[in-house]
């Protein structure tokens, strides 16, 4: 008989199934056992008053993968309205008996974020963490989908470099062939040259940054989301594209998930650098936002836009990377931006440099990046875009503290395992 998910069960009344998975938990009472069976899809419920088998069921440990085939019968306080009755069960693998670091059939996981980490395998079935993922998963969907709408092709780059791409950020060195080489810290430099190729691009892929934090909101190694497209007039293009991708974003979380999501306006509320430093009570001379600033930003914009989400621009030209376009009015600002979320940097952006002598006059050391200066040589339009970052987006969503939780295996400044 073939095997059906636990979704299935309610158009399968009075009929007799075959489902399979794990076992959740079992409950052993005086005339009856239940047994709570998980798959990807969700539980069944399977009553069992039969002796013999309510026997079987004792000597399975929790997590025992099962085939259960039984009849569907109809019962409004099992999930989704139904359980299996009278259950012949068959045990496909058993789980080792050792003592389990921590119970999944609880709502919560009581462990600590260190032993779920160091108990992946196991921490990653319990049905928040996993929800997480499928989060990531609907996110990365939606991302893409929102971007195929408006002609962008998706392009894989490389993730091993030659020379570092954000200046000021540290890398990590590797011997590649007798030589050095790094891992990539962003597709940055050729999803901007693949704009001369196919005018809007896009990529979802693993970036690499060798940064000693050790906060809730970095990761050494992160999901990136970036986009880029040509034909711009500046930095403001480039964010009404990204307003349009993550509402698709949100969008297709809650459709495929059920998640509760934030509105995304049709416009979301912008104010330049300095007007943000006021706002958030920093001195005026203040280079950058620091995380109580951002903190300040979100709580301004749902006060007075009723937004979650907030567009801070014109960062300083000192703090941006060398590609980054000045804003013509006033030099000392940049048309970029960053895209708060819940009080929370999420994305970074803005207006490239198009024009081979502007490369030249800017570039640290121009004969290192000759591969990607050669781009400008034969004409480049005029250009922006942004990154996103998966895993703080997730966790922003879901409203987890630490981005570890929404991250299946990650690598941090102390863990390279499992």
Sequence with gaps: MQRILSTELPGKEKQTVTIAGWIHRRRLLKSVAFLIVRDAAGFSQVVITD???????????EETVVEVTAQVTANPAAPAGVELTGPHI???SSAVGVHKPFELHRPELGATMAT?????????????????????AAAAAGFREALERQRFVEIHTPKIVGT?????????????????????????????????????VYEVGPVFRAEPHDTARHLAQYTSLDAELGFITDHRDVMAVLTTVIAGMVATVESRTGVAVPSVPSEIPA?????ALRIAGAPADEPDLAPAHER?????????????????????????????????SDPRWSNSFDLLFRGLELVTGGQRLHRYEDYLAVAPAPEKLAGYLDGF???????????IGLERFVARLTGAANVREVTAFPRDLHRVTP
Excluded at 301 to 322: D, I, L, N, Q
């Design 51 to 61: 002796p013999a088998v309510r026997e079987q069921i004792e000597s399975l440990a």
């Design 90 to 92: 068959r045990a496909l």
């Design 116 to 136: 779920q980490l160091d108990h992946a395998a196991l921490a990653l079935r319990h049905p928040s963490r996993a929800t997480a993922l499928r989060v990531s």
């Design 164 to 200: 570092a791409t954000e200046c000021g950020a540290n890398v990590f060195t590797l011997d590649y062939f007798g030589s050095p080489a790094y891992l990539a810290q962003s597709p940055q430099f050729y999803k901007q040259l693949m704009v001369g190729v196919f005018e809007r």
């Design 271 to 275: 104010v330049h650098f300095e007007e």
């Design 296 to 328: 300040a930003l979100g709580e301004w914009a749902v006060r007075e836009h009723g937004s979650e989400f907030v567009f801070v621009t014109g960062y300083p030209m000192a703090k941006r990377p060398f590609y980054t376009h000045p804003q013509p």
């Design 377 to 387: 040589k034969y004409g480049m339009p005029p250009h922006g875009g942004f990154a």
